[in-house]
């Protein structure tokens, strides 16, 4: 992608391993049993490299209780939308006589890549299993369905905002990291920002301080703080908290540090996708949802939007982002649901638009924020957040768990100082190729 400009494109979808590539032998499709009459739990997981599906069978509802592992009110759908890293735990409900609807009692199962969020090569324009409910071979043996698709919408897009409703409620608080008073969030330091663009920036090269492979020139890189993010397999930053400063100064690893807040404070983030950044100038951006996933929480999903954040004065379009000042940017905005707003780990970023989420400041460590694309976490679209540093040095005593990675490292350095061990032997300095995510 970075050689050529261009994204790599897909080849097969699979449902649960089974899926067909180019014009060789067709294996027989992915198939389950129903009962009758009776309701069976799937647990739908996105583990794509670059799509986000449509999930259904033919003629079946499908009752959602679980997104991500929160348990949510139940609702009832002919489909459902999944973005990769994404889970969802759903019931379908079993027909009285599943065998008589239907011929021989089989349907389709499909996952449909979603538009305008997938790219194939050549198709497949979607993939099917086989839903049955006569377990016994009958006299002409097992036969295809012929059920028919329920029409619905393949938009790229996360389920409804409203129908993810947790079982147990949140009240999210006003953020802990934002001073309301400061007008122009992009004069505040680095670590201090709360703000994340996502784009594209030409970086690295033979005259860079910055240590990415290839380097024979500046290649186009995906970021979403200061630079493309790059870590250091042998130098983990969880052993480097004493360093924290140096760390920070070195834009690729773009730390993201937090207050030394309460186990009851809320930090609030806002990820934008723009069309154009004038603050920054340098960054451009493709217009692509991007999954953003998020280590170590369960976060609020205080607003979703595929509005622009920013103004773009050469179409006379007022960005959505000066409903959220600084000053604005709490619970009393009623643009922003604070009680009880959806939650998860995973969330789709609107092409050209943006989220607002919200984690408890309760689990200090280190956490990589990622887009789940697989290629852009690899390139750099990625930071890592530290949370409550100064708790973490007593958490790793316990139970030995500094030892542990201290241990896991000094094996790691032995195996990574032996060249044969490379991809690339004949270039030592080729090792880690990609952000480290």
Same mark, same amino acid.
């Given at each position: 992608?970075?050689s050529?400009?261009?994204?790599?494109?897909?080849?097969?979808?699979?449902?649960?391993?089974?899926?067909?590539?180019?014009?060789?032998?067709?294996?027989?499709?992915?198939?389950?049993?129903l009962?009758?009459?009776?309701?069976?739990?799937?647990?739908?997981v996105?583990?794509?490299?670059?799509t986000?599906?449509?999930?259904?069978?033919?003629?079946?509802?499908?009752?959602?209780?679980?997104?991500?592992?929160?348990?949510?009110?139940?609702?009832?759908?002919?489909?459902?939308?999944?973005?990769?890293?994404?889970?969802?735990?759903?019931?379908?409900?079993?027909?009285?006589?599943?065998?008589?609807?239907?011929?021989?009692?089989?349907?389709?199962?499909?996952?449909?890549?979603?538009?305008?969020?997938?790219k194939?090569?050549?198709?497949?324009d979607?993939?099917?299993?086989?839903v049955?409910?006569?377990?016994?071979?009958?006299?002409?043996?097992?036969?295809?369905?012929?059920?028919?698709?329920?029409?619905?919408?393949?938009?790229?897009?996360d389920?409804?905002?409203?129908?993810?409703?947790?079982?147990?409620?949140?009240?999210?608080?006003?953020?802990?990291?934002?001073?309301?008073?400061?007008?122009?969030p992009?004069?505040?330091?680095?670590?201090?920002?709360?703000?994340f663009?996502?784009?594209?920036?030409s970086s690295?090269?033979?005259?860079?301080?910055?240590?990415y492979?290839?380097?024979?020139?500046?290649?186009?890189?995906?970021?979403?703080?200061?630079?493309?993010?790059?870590?250091?397999?042998?130098?983990?930053?969880i052993?480097?908290?004493?360093?924290?400063?140096e760390?920070?100064?070195?834009?690729?690893?773009?730390?993201?540090?937090?207050?030394?807040?309460?186990?009851?404070?809320?930090?609030?983030?806002? $990820?934008?996708?723009?069309?154009? %950044? @004038?603050?920054?100038? /340098? !960054?451009?951006?493709?217009?692509? #949802?991007?999954?953003?996933?998020?280590?170590?929480h369960?976060?609020?999903?205080?607003?979703?939007?595929?509005?622009?954040?920013?103004?773009?004065?050469?179409?006379?379009?007022?960005?959505?982002?000066?409903?959220?000042?600084?000053?604005?940017?709490?619970?009393?905005?009623?643009?922003?649901?604070?009680?009880?707003?959806?939650?998860?780990?995973?969330?789709?970023?609107?092409?050209?638009?943006?989220v607002?989420?919200?984690?408890?400041?309760?689990?200090?460590?280190?956490?990589?924020?990622?887009?789940?694309?697989a290629?852009?976490?690899?390139?750099?679209?990625a930071?890592?957040? $530290?949370?409550?540093?100064?708790? %973490? @040095?007593?958490?790793? /005593? !316990?139970?030995?768990?500094?030892? #542990?990675?201290?241990?896991?490292?000094?094996?790691?350095?032995?195996?990574?100082?032996?060249?044969?061990?490379?991809?690339?032997?004949?270039?030592?300095?080729?090792?880690?190729?990609d952000?480290?995510?």
């Amino acid at each position: 992608m970075m050689s050529t400009g261009v994204a790599p494109e897909m080849t097969n979808i699979l449902i649960n391993g089974t899926g067909q590539f180019g014009w060789g032998p067709k294996p027989e499709k992915y198939t389950i049993w129903l009962d009758e009459g009776q309701a069976h739990m799937l647990i739908l997981v996105n583990t794509a490299v670059d799509t986000t599906f449509v999930f259904s069978v033919d003629n079946h509802t499908l009752e959602v209780i679980e997104a991500d592992f929160v348990p949510i009110k139940p609702y009832n759908t002919t489909h459902i939308k999944i973005g990769i890293g994404q889970r969802y735990h759903v019931l379908v409900h079993g027909h009285e006589n599943g065998y008589k609807t239907e011929r021989y009692g089989n349907y389709w199962m499909r996952a449909t890549p979603a538009r305008k969020c997938s790219k194939f090569a050549f198709g497949p324009d979607e993939q099917m299993g086989i839903v049955r409910y006569n377990r016994t071979m009958p006299p002409r043996g097992w036969q295809d369905p012929l059920s028919e698709p329920s029409l619905y919408d393949t938009m790229c897009a996360d389920e409804p905002y409203d129908k993810l409703v947790p079982w147990r409620p949140w009240t999210v608080g006003d953020p802990v990291n934002i001073d309301p008073k400061v007008e122009d969030p992009y004069t505040l330091p680095n670590n201090s920002q709360y703000i994340f663009n996502v784009g594209m920036i030409s970086s690295g090269g033979p005259n860079s301080s910055m240590p990415y492979i290839p380097n024979d020139k500046a290649y186009t890189r995906w970021m979403m703080h200061e630079a493309p993010f790059r870590i250091n397999f042998s130098d983990p930053t969880i052993l480097a908290l004493d360093r924290i400063n140096e760390l920070i100064d070195k834009p690729y690893l773009d730390v993201v540090t937090l207050p030394n807040a309460t186990d009851d404070q809320w930090v609030w983030m806002v $990820i934008t996708a723009p069309d154009k %950044i @004038p603050q920054e100038g /340098g !960054r451009i951006f493709f217009p692509a #949802a991007h999954p953003m996933h998020l280590h170590g929480h369960d976060f609020a999903l205080l607003r979703q939007s595929n509005k622009n954040w920013y103004d773009d004065l050469e179409i006379g379009h007022e960005g959505e982002g000066r409903w959220f000042t600084p000053d604005k940017l709490n619970c009393r905005n009623d643009k922003l649901k604070c009680d009880n707003p959806p939650r998860r780990d995973v969330v789709l970023l609107p092409a050209t638009g943006y989220v607002i989420i919200a984690f408890k400041a309760d689990n200090p460590g280190i956490w990589i924020l990622h887009c789940h694309i697989a290629f852009h976490a690899s390139s750099g679209l990625a930071i890592q957040i $530290i949370e409550n540093k100064e708790r %973490i @040095p007593e958490i790793l /005593g !316990r139970h030995g768990g500094r030892e #542990a990675i201290e241990e896991s490292c000094e094996s790691w350095r032995a195996w990574q100082s032996n060249p044969i061990n490379h991809w690339d032997w004949h270039h030592p300095d080729h090792f880690q190729d990609d952000s480290g995510v």
